[in-house]
């Protein structure tokens, strides 16, 4: 599976190079979630990946050979740092040891999973008892759009059906709220009503630099937004 190589490829170097204070504010949300070892889902181009490498041990994982080349020459000098492939639709690497993580963060990964339940059941598993799931997934069907088609989406998510979903695979669900109610519009605009396959850089840009005003919403709980963000806790510990 591709993951939406070439479009997803051209999406993350956009956002990369667009969206700094954006993934500075959406990291935050998760940060807290992820301490000890550590394994990053889906770290696609690394965008997250250079804010994990103060933990105690980091691995990173994709499927793409795009991805994983990126990977490794941007931590090949980082000690603590290992880079593996690993599809999301099959068990984890053996290198994984099961029980051991104590944070894992799986960002855009979930929507491109046909059986996103075994896909949940294999992240319980690699978890230490009392280790937590950093989870972001695309939110509401209605969002769904030419976007989601490029990048190889299966869906987008609603709130409480999430979190029926990873308590059915054992999590206990700390916090879930939807994330960036003013890009949900955006999303709407560019993919529903324009059609459109990639992210324009020049709108990104702009919305990168309203971050400071935007970060107010997580105070407001807004009932929607263009992700759902998820803290979900394996029992124990």
């Known amino acids: 599976m591709s993951y939406g190589h070439d479009i997803g490829l051209e999406t993350l170097d956009r956002i990369d190079a667009s969206l700094v204070r954006y993934n500075d504010w959406l990291f935050e ?5 992820l301490t000890g070892n550590v394994l990053e889902i889906g ?29 490794r020459a941007k931590f090949a000098d980082v000690p603590n740092v290992r880079v593996m492939r690993w599809d999301l639709n099959d068990p984890a690497p053996a290198e994984i040891e099961r029980g051991t993580i104590g944070g894992i963060l799986c960002s855009n990964v979930l929507e491109h999973i046909r059986n996103d339940v075994s896909a949940l059941d294999e992240m319980y ?23 989601d088609v490029g990048l190889e989406h299966f869906r987008r998510y609603s709130r409480k059906p999430l979190v029926t979903l990873l308590e059915s695979t054992g999590f206990e669900v700390e916090d879930c709220w939807h994330f960036n109610a003013f890009g949900a519009v955006g999303w709407f605009v560019n993919g529903n009503l324009l059609r459109k396959k990639v992210l324009p850089s020049g709108q990104m840009r702009i919305f990168d630099a309203l971050v400071p005003l935007l970060r107010m919403e997580r105070t407001l709980r807004l009932p929607f937004g263009v992700s759902l963000v998820a803290v979900a806790r394996k029992a124990g510990g």
């Open 125 to 147: 598993r690699l978890l230490a008892p009392g280790g937590r799931l950093a989870l972001l997934v695309p939110a509401h069907s209605l969002l769904y759009n030419s976007f």
């Open 29 to 33: 949300q998760v940060e807290p979630a």
């Open 43 to 71: 770290a696609g181009i690394g965008t997250f990946s250079g804010r994990l490498v103060c933990r105690e041990s980091v691995v990173l994982t994709d499927v793409s050979d795009a991805y994983l080349e990126r990977l």
